[in-house]
């Protein structure tokens, strides 16, 4: 009797050092449990990941916005300082404004200036959708009719592929806002689209003023080497826009209105975080 009492407590003693396992596996069950609250937390950085790329979105967004402001606003007084420094109107029909450092010189003219403004609020729609990739102001005589000076402007966006243009797909006339068109480069349809420009190192907002400053003082030395125009003279600006653009109904097609035989001079570029501007004049060489 003595031995089996002896036995028992034994037993007891293994079945309680059972339990107490049981009791460890239960521990190691909660263990598992917290792995469970690990994995929520994981679906909690999911979460927070997938917000991250809206805020990157909106930031792309935001950065496109700015950026066509700047080079759409260079544009507007680019037109205004090459009809200055052109004399393809007379200099007391211009006024003096401070820009970029510069005393830029803007046509008081009220029907010029409409006439710009309402090339402007189109141009700005199609840089915030990124449609457009060249913009172009050519001098033609009014007495020949010929083209005499051509300044383009090619803007490439950096991290987009650029689609088929539609023909020039926006021309503006001087004399007659509704002959405004758009044009198109022809391009072998077969080709593979150009590869997006890779983007710069972020730049200041004083770096990116510093660099069209020195555009624009090109602009106004240019005269030291353009063939003087003779004559009365008129200007178109053709926009270059993707095919798939909205145009409006006043803005019609043109041709390139190249200059045949003419001399060509690579101007400087400047570039901001989403763009970058190429600037080439052209010109007829004088007889």
Known sequence: MLGEAAEKPRKVSKTTSSKEKTSSGEKRVKTSSSSKEKTASGEKRV??????????????KLALKGSSKIVSEF?????????FQRGVYPAEDFSPVKKYGLTMMVSADDQV???IK??????????QGAKINKL??????RETGEHVERWQFDIDIFGKNKPKPSPPSAEADTENDENTTTSNENEDPASPPPRAASPPKEKTEAEIQSEIQSLFRQITASVT??????GNCTFNVLVYADADSDVPVEWGDSD????????KVQL???????HKVDTVVSYRMAD
């Open 75 to 83: 544009f507007e007084y680019s037109i205004h300082s090459i009809l």
């Open 136 to 141: 172009v102001i050519v001098i033609t005589s």
């Open 268 to 274: 400087r570029s400047f570039s901001t975080s989403q």
């Open 113 to 115: 200036q409409a006439y």
């Open 118 to 127: 309402k090339i402007m609020s189109q141009l700005r729609k199609w840089m």
């Open 256 to 263: 390139a209105k190249e200059i045949e035989g003419g001399e």
């Open 225 to 230: 080497f353009l063939p003087m125009l003779d």
């Open 47 to 60: 979460k927070k990941s997938s917000a991250s790329k809206d805020d990157s979105a909106k930031t792309h």
